[in-house]
């Protein structure tokens, strides 16, 4: 009995091997696409936050901190946006490999052009970002050279598979640059939006439409009658395309405005995953762009 117990386990370790790849944790969902994308079957992707929670108000669980205790390398998008969580996951889970300064430490922002640095900041101003908008996931220009040094990353973590990595990028890239193409040929220059949050900048930059007035009167802070009506006041002044906003961040502020000022609400995904149809980075991309088509 015994031997032929035995003889059953060495059979299923022969032909189910065990994953001996890179376990990468990614903090949020566009992360954990690129890394797939990157990493294909050579990495195990664990992702820490849902596609439909506001990763702002994110706070770290135990099977956070089991995740980083595991990771090879951590990948996060930086610029203060996990400050509330990230720093907790690093500390406690006791993974020198994952510290700054290390290899299995990868701070996604370091490879983009940020917007909207804040040279001083008071509490006066909202919730501001001093380092700079982190909602660059938006933006094909800098997510191309996220994804560039993603490959670089990897392939310095796993140098036997380095030219995997490498030739994986080279295939994302093609299929970027065919994506782009597609893309820009939705004109959105000129166009005119309100939004609830500061959530569009890096897309508004990228192809040249304008964001006239927040919901919010300052980041963070919720809507004030007053505050409406002001808004309410430069829509007439200077006629909106649409009101923009995900189903996490002002939809029912937003609806509110469309009824009083007759402009549609246009609801985007706020990430990977967010919406149906958007369950990697290119199909994210895909559907915030036919949406404001």
């Not at 060495?10 to 903090?27: D, E, H, K, R, W």
């Not at 994804?147 to 310095?156: D, H, I, Q, R, S």
Request: include cysteine.
């Amino acid at each position: 009995m015994r031997k032929t117990l035995l003889t059953v386990c060495i059979s299923l370790y022969l032909v189910s091997p065990a994953f001996a790849g890179i376990n990468v944790v990614a903090t949020l969902p566009w992360i954990g696409s690129l890394a797939k994308e990157i990493g294909r079957d050579k990495v195990s992707v664990t992702t820490l936050v849902k596609p439909s929670q506001d990763p702002h108000y994110v706070e770290a669980k135990p099977s956070m901190i089991l995740a980083g205790r595991k990771a090879d390398i951590t990948m996060y998008n930086g610029l203060d946006l996990e400050i509330g969580y990230l720093p907790r996951i690093m500390e406690s889970s006791k993974n020198p490999r994952i510290l700054p300064g290390r290899p299995g430490n990868f701070d996604c922002s370091k490879f983009i052009s940020v917007i909207e640095k804040q040279a001083n900041v008071e509490r006066s101003m909202g919730d501001v970002h001093p380092l700079g908008n982190p909602h660059y996931h938006y933006s094909a220009a800098n997510i191309i050279r996220v994804a560039e040094g993603m490959a670089n990353a990897l392939a310095e973590l796993d140098r036997a598979n380095a030219n995997v990595y490498r030739t994986n990028f080279k295939g994302f890239a093609a299929r970027f640059h065919e994506k782009q193409k597609q893309w820009k040929t939705l004109n959105l220059k000129g166009k005119k939006y309100v939004a609830y949050h500061k959530l569009f900048a890096y897309l508004a930059s990228d192809y040249g439409f304008q964001v006239i007035g927040y919901m919010e009167p300052k980041p963070g802070i919720p809507p004030s009658a007053a505050h409406i009506e002001k808004l309410i006041e430069e829509m007439k002044r200077n006629r909106s395309d649409g009101i923009l906003v995900t189903s996490s961040h002002g939809l029912k502020e937003a609806e509110f405005l469309g009824a009083k000022t007759g402009v549609k609400v246009i609801v985007l995904p706020q990430d990977v995953g967010a919406m149906p149809g958007s369950d990697d980075w290119f199909a994210f991309m895909d559907k915030v762009m036919a949406t404001l088509r």
